[in-house]
């Protein structure tokens, strides 16, 4: 199983899509590897430095509707591939959402006031989390904080997750 657990990289604006998360002219690789180095790079968002924002960074905290755009798995292969297993957002696309439990990762949703709390977290220093799957619950760090938050997960989407994704889950169940 994934590990779910890391430093945070704060990505503070809502609607960041597909194209956005993988540029679509990488949409012919067949390795997931290609995808590695072009993750994000062309996210336009002030301060963000994707050569050295994204170094180490194993969880995502964003604002609403987190890969909206076009309905492709690359993206959540392109975070896959960069060890992010975790993205926890207001909200998120639909397809995007569920092609990350179909890949066995965390789309997390929290409340906006629980968002807001992880981005102050993150403006102070690096804040790192640990996501429980069986528990449904994220453990917060940083230097002067230590939170916790549940989340809502389905029991078929835990099931994917714990599993490894859903060709895992079809190869133990068909």
Known sequence: MKEFKGKILCLDRSDINTDEIIPAKYLTEIEKKAMQPHLL?????????VQKDLQDVAVIVTRENFGCGSSREHAPWALEVNKIFVVIGQSFARIFRQNMFNCGMLAITLKKSEIDILFDCCKACDTFVSVDVETSMIQVTSRDKDLAFGFAIS????TLVQTGGWLEYADENY
């Not at 790079?41 to 430095?49: C, K, Q, R, T």
């Not at 029991?155 to 835990?158: A, I, P, V």
């Open 155 to 158: 029991e078929f989407d835990k």
């Open 41 to 49: 790079e062309d996210l336009v968002l002030d301060g963000f430095n």
